[in-house]
Every structure is written in structure tokens, then in C-alpha cells.
């Protein structure tokens, strides 16, 4: 190659460097300002007339809605880890009894106490193993007491709830502002329904704002129908719209819940009644031979082998009732 070539082959590499560096360099600002012209324009243009423009207008709130929808969603999966195993003190809270952590385990005592008295004394069996369901009693029980207590607590809100919705419809279409709705209920609302809106109501009070005192009514009251009154209220609170409307629309969708619930009640009685006897016919055939027969049915109580058997019968009893529960047990 003659000298003028390689000259003119290093200046075109040369510039093809400096080029690419430049437009390395340049490229995310030009980028970034495509960016902000675009959102000058949009923002011109709504500022213009949306009524030029409808479309843009209601992509923009679509937009906002499901960035709503979608924290709230994140929020709810992060305190559904924690639901899935509330503490004690939680579920005491939940199940509306008022007890302590001490009277909760004052109360265990005493109920493993009297079970081992009964066990030892009553039907005589081997002092240890009149303590290991001594034990078991004092465990067990409590924790299914305050799991009924909880559950038919949480079976009353459910059933009152839609009539407190329906109260905040009829206020807000009144001219009632939310907060005022809320007082309402917690004046005048049925048990347990009452007692929860007026902590909302002393939430906002101390300044907190509605939709988050909303979702802490979420974590008192892990329903489905609390989360629904939750999720409107944050959208409407975040991205606007017709509030009546969608508390209408929410109250139909709660009334209706509440009619299926019925419904699957109905239908599952049948169920639950032969489970409850086919539950119960072991321990009052037991009963009953005991009565009958006490030397017959006593070398269960009074023999290792009986022991045995005992445990084994208990142990499979157990096994089928919970089968059986899980067989008419309905989510809904």
C-alpha cells in the first residue's frame, strides 16, 4: 500500500472510534430527552383539553389503577406470610376473648391438671401416661377453644359486613363524607363489626389516613371482604372515581358471597351430621359397654395391651375425623 492509503485508512478508523465514542456517550442523554419531549407533549396535551383526547386520559387512569392494584397486592402477599401463622397474641386478639398470654397459659395449666386428675384417679391409668395426656389436654384444648372463638368471630363480621358497606353507600350518597360513614357504624353498627370500625375511626383520629387504617383492619380481620372494602377504598382514594358506585357494586358482591356461604351450609349439613355421627358412635358404644359391662370393657383401661389399643384407636379416630373435615370443609 502506498503512504496516501494508509493515510486514509487510519483517518476513516480514527473517526469511526471518536464516532462510536460520541454516540456512546450521547446516545442515553438524546434518549432521555426523546423521553422528556414526549411527556411534555402529553402532559401539553392534557393540559390542552382531555376532551380532545380522551383515550389519553383514560390510559393514564387505567395506568394509575393497576399500579394501585399492584402495590396493593405486594402489600397484601407480604402480610399473608404472616397470617398464614399468627402469634398468640394475635389469635387471642382475633378471637375477641379478652385473655392475656398469662390467663391463656394459667388456663392451660389448669385444664392439663384436671385431665391428669381424671386420667390417674378417675379411670386409673399408668400415672405417666396419664400425664403425657395430661399434657396433651392442656395443650390442645385451649388452642381449640380460641381457634372456635376465632373463627366464630371472624363467621359474625362476615354476616354483618355487607349491612355496614350498605350504611357507607347510603351516606356517601347522602352527601356524608367517608370518615362520618365510619362513625356511623362504630356508633351504631352490631358487634363484632362495631368494635372494629371504631378503631378505625380512632386511627384516623390520631392522623392516620384512611385507606392505611383500612389495611390495618386487614390484619385484625383476614377476610376476603375486608381486603375487597381495602383494595376500593386505596384506588379510589389514590387514583379517584366514583366511590358510591364501587361500594354498590362491592356491597352486591358481598351479598351475594354471603348467599353462596348459605348455600354450600345447606348443602353440607347432611354431610356434617353423618360425620358427627360416625364421630361420635366409638366413645358412646364405650360408654354404654362401661356401663353395661365394666369388668368386660375395663382391661382396656387396667392392661399395657389395652393401653395400646387405646392409643391406636385414638390415634386413627383422629386421623379420620380430620379426613372427614377436609372432605366438607368449603373455601369460599
Same mark, same amino acid.
Given at each position: ?42 402532559? !401539553? /396535551? ?19 389503577? *393497576? ?6 397486592? %405486594?402489600?397484601?402477599?407480604?402480610? %399473608? ?14 378471637s /375477641? ?8 397459659l ?13 386420667m390417674?384417679?378417675v379411670?386409673?391409668l399408668?400415672p ?12 390442645v ?20 359486613f355487607?349491612?355496614?358497606?350498605d350504611?357507607?353507600?347510603?351516606g ?15 356508633? *351504631?353498627?352490631?358487634?363484632?363489626v362495631?368494635?372494629?370500625?371504631k ?7 390520631? /392522623?392516620?389516613p ?9 390484619d ?30 362491592l356491597s ?12 354450600i ?5 347432611? !354431610?356434617?351430621?353423618?360425620? /358427627?355421627?360416625?364421630?361420635?358412635l ?28 387405646? !392409643? ?21
Amino acid at each position: 500500500m502506498s503512504l496516501a492509503s494508509n493515510s486514509l485508512l487510519t483517518f476513516l478508523l480514527v473517526a469511526l472510534s471518536v464516532g462510536g465514542l460520541l454516540y456512546a456517550f450521547l446516545e442515553p442523554r438524546i434518549r432521555y430527552e426523546a423521553r422528556v419531549k414526549n411527556r411534555l407533549r402529553l402532559v !401539553a /396535551g392534557e393540559r390542552a383539553g382531555t376532551a380532545s383526547q380522551p383515550g389519553v386520559a383514560g390510559k393514564s387512569r387505567k395506568r394509575s389503577i *393497576e399500579d394501585t392494584l399492584k402495590e396493593i397486592e %405486594a402489600k397484601q402477599k407480604e402480610k %399473608a406470610k404472616a397470617r398464614s401463622s399468627p402469634s398468640l397474641t394475635v389469635r387471642l386478639r382475633q378471637s /375477641g376473648l379478652g385473655w392475656t398470654k398469662a390467663t391463656y397459659l394459667s388456663i392451660c395449666v389448669t385444664v392439663g391438671l384436671i385431665a391428669y386428675v381424671l386420667m390417674a384417679f378417675v379411670i386409673a391409668l399408668n400415672p405417666l401416661v396419664a400425664g403425657i395426656v395430661g399434657m396433651m389436654m392442656g395443650t390442645v384444648l385451649p388452642h381449640l377453644y380460641v381457634g372456635f372463638k376465632r373463627s366464630r368471630r371472624f363467621m359474625a363480621f362476615g354476616d354483618e359486613f355487607p349491612n355496614s358497606v350498605d350504611v357507607i353507600v347510603r351516606g356517601v350518597r347522602s352527601g356524608l363524607p367517608l370518615g362520618d360513614c365510619l362513625r356511623v357504624i362504630a356508633a *351504631e353498627g352490631q358487634e363484632p363489626v362495631r368494635s372494629e370500625f371504631k378503631m378505625i375511626v380512632d386511627d384516623q383520629t390520631l /392522623g392516620v389516613p384512611v385507606q392505611d387504617a383500612m389495611m390495618r383492619l386487614t390484619d385484625r380481620v383476614p377476610l376476603p371482604e375486608t381486603n375487597f372494602l381495602a383494595t376500593v377504598i386505596a384506588i379510589q382514594s389514590q387514583s379517584g372515581g366514583n366511590l358510591t358506585e364501587a361500594l354498590a357494586n362491592l356491597s352486591n358482591v358481598l351479598r351475594e358471597r354471603k348467599k353462596m356461604r348459605a348455600k354450600i351450609k345447606a348443602f353440607s349439613a347432611e !354431610a356434617k351430621a353423618s360425620a /358427627g355421627i360416625i364421630g361420635s358412635l366409638p366413645p358412646a358404644v364405650a360408654g354404654l359397654l362401661y356401663l353395661t359391662s365394666p369388668q368386660y370393657i375395663s382391661l382396656l383401661f387396667t392392661t399395657t395391651g389395652g393401653h395400646v389399643v387405646l !392409643a391406636i384407636s385414638a390415634i386413627w379416630m383422629g386421623i379420620g375425623i380430620i379426613v372427614m373435615r377436609a372432605m366438607i370443609n368449603f373455601d369460599f
